[in-house]
Structures are given as structure tokens and as C-alpha cells.
């Protein structure tokens, strides 16, 4: 008579689920790379028109409290603008030119 351990082994093996489960890992792994990529992306076009909603965020707590919570704005801006600047440079470099072996063992020669 087989123990439980036994029998759902048996069953982790017939289902092959170690692996389905890499299978769903490196999917997951590139599914959030490339949504870090895709924000990057938009974090570096769009600086511009984020540090202008933030001028502008600014300017209305600013007229409204008589500049009462500058300093905290003014720290919450830093920390945005840094959240910004760090997405963005999770964007991807640009691509280079597939280079082919040839090409890679000419360069390496030179060297």
C-alpha cells in the first residue's frame, strides 16, 4: 500500500507540473520584463509633460494653502521625478545592428 506522499508524487510526476511551473515562470519573468521595458519607455517620453503636471500640481497647492505645504510638494516632486527617472532607465538601450560572427571575430582580432 502506497503513503500519500507516495501517491501525490506520483501524481506531480504524471502531471509534469515542475515543468509547467518553469514553463509559467521564465512566461511570467518575460511578461514583467517587457512590461518594465513598455513603462520605461513611457517614463522617458513623457517627462516633459510629467514635470509639467507636476509645475502645474504645484502652482495650484501652492495658491490654494499660501504656499503652506511648499516643502512638502516640493519633496513629494523629488521623489516623483526620481520614480520617473528610475523607470526610465529600465528602458531597454538601443538596438545595434546584428552583427554577424565575421564581424565579432574581425573586431576581436583587432584588439
Known amino acids: 500500500m502506497s503513503t500519500i506522499t507516495e501517491t501525490l508524487k506520483a501524481k506531480l510526476d504524471e502531471l509534469d507540473l515542475d515543468r509547467r ?3 509559467l515562470t521564465r512566461a511570467t519573468e518575460d511578461a514583467v520584463k517587457k512590461a518594465v521595458a ?24 501652492d495658491e ?7 516643502d512638502q510638494v516640493t519633496k513629494v516632486r523629488t521623489q516623483v521625478e526620481t520614480g520617473v527617472d528610475k523607470l526610465a532607465a529600465k528602458r531597454p538601450g538601443p538596438v545595434v545592428a546584428d552583427a554577424t560572427d565575421q564581424d565579432w571575430a574581425r573586431a576581436t582580432d583587432k584588439v
Not at 490654494?64 to 511648499?70: A, L
Open 21 to 23: 511551473l518553469d514553463e
Open 38 to 61: 513598455h513603462a520605461g519607455d513611457l517614463a522617458h517620453d513623457n517627462r516633459e509633460k510629467v514635470s509639467a503636471l507636476l509645475d502645474k500640481a504645484s502652482a495650484v497647492i
Open 64 to 70: 490654494k494653502t499660501d504656499g503652506k505645504y511648499r
